[in-house]
């Protein structure tokens, strides 16, 4: 019998790691919108609690993992 290609596996891991990639760089673009359409305090409060929602619904680890992207892609310029 043939062995499973790991091939499947390392698409599926590219995936979910370009689809985290694509979940930051969208948090990014809401809270700039919110920032024109709100202001930054008020932009900053509404991200303060998203993210504490997140890490409610997800955990922790996850809404750290998500802030880590969004600042390497801020830092990417």
Avoid: C, H
């Avoid at 062995?3 to 809401?30: D, G, N, Y």
């Avoid at 750290?64 to 801020?74: G, T, V």
Wanted: glycine content about 4%; charged content about 40%.
């Amino acid at each position: 019998m043939d062995k499973p290609s790991a091939e499947p596996r390392l698409t599926m891991r590219f995936s979910l790691q370009e689809m985290r990639q694509s979940e930051a760089r969208e948090w990014i673009l809401r809270y700039q919108q919110k920032i024109k359409d709100m202001g930054k305090e008020k932009a900053t409060a509404w991200w303060q609690a998203t993210i504490a929602d997140i890490a409610r619904r997800r955990g922790e680890v996850a809404a750290d993992d998500l802030r880590k992207r969004m600042n390497a892609i801020r830092r990417e310029g």
